[in-house]
């Protein structure tokens, strides 16, 4: 693994777009595989900015999400695909056909657990992930549990992410229980992993899935086998790491 400390959150932000955007210069085409939640909004803002100064484009970019809660549809503003609409789809010239996110409305499990992971596959996989860390260590919707589970699923969120999560909604009841997530095989199957990480109360767990042992109870763990993986932290989350 490969780490990155920044002076702060701004700077971990810039970074983070940076190897995003010389991915898009060098490979156009790319499939950025792309997550949600507070820290990756800095990225998105400033691949905004990027794009408006004419820097970037996304015209032949796919984007696939990692996960999306069940039972919002996309125009509920606390649905992932409100969240990527708001700080990017609607800023940059990515094409509306090519941005893929799990169908939350979607009741039937099985079958939209399968159609999402045949997409990623016939899409030819992801050339680099973006990943925001959980509380609890999770990636994507994948919380601690006994095994890791490979492929797009569904799954209980655990009390620990559905109080982390509430600050989105209007009371914790709002907070759906059940989310569809990549499973941690398809997360792997990224050629190269961008995980962003910031703010002291990361700290512990930044130092687990880092320097701990690989088990499911803490899912990134797992990201310690990936060939081509690239943490960036502000100092504030690495503050553990040096003591490891
Ligand atoms: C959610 C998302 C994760 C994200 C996590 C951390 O649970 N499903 O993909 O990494 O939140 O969010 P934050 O960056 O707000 O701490």
Request: glycine share 10%; charged share 20%.
């Amino acid at each position: 693994m490969r780490l990155i400390v920044t002076d702060d959150y701004s700077n971990m932000s810039r970074k983070a777009a940076g190897l995003i955007a010389s991915q898009v210069i060098l490979k156009p085409n790319s499939v950025l595989g792309l997550a949600t939640g507070s820290t990756p909004i800095g990225i998105y803002e400033q691949l905004s900015a990027w794009h408006q100064s004419g820097e970037l484009d996304f015209s032949q970019i796919t984007t696939v999400n990692l996960d999306e809660y069940c039972g919002l549809a996309p125009d509920n503003e606390q649905s992932y695909h409100y969240f990527m609409t708001e700080h990017l789809f609607s800023k940059v010239n990515l094409p509306k056909g090519r941005q893929f996110l799990p169908d939350g409305m979607n009741l039937d499990a099985d079958r939209e657990c399968e159609r999402y992971q045949n997409l990623i596959g016939l899409l030819g996989g992801i050339d680099i992930q973006l990943l925001g860390l959980g509380h609890n260590g999770h990636i994507g919707f994948n919380e601690p549990s006994d095994a890791f589970v490979k492929d797009v699923h569904q799954v209980e969120l655990t009390e620990k992410t559905i109080e982390a999560n509430k600050r989105f909604f209007d009371s914790i009841e709002d907070v759906p229980r059940k989310a569809y997530t990549m499973g941690i095989g398809t997360i792997f199957q990224a050629k190269k992993i961008l995980l962003v990480v910031s703010g002291a109360e990361k700290a512990g767990i930044l130092r687990q899935v880092m320097c701990g042992p690989i088990w499911p109870q803490v899912p990134g763990s797992i990201l310690q086998l990936h060939p081509d993986v690239t943490v960036v932290a502000d100092q504030e989350a690495a503050g553990e790491l040096e003591r490891a």
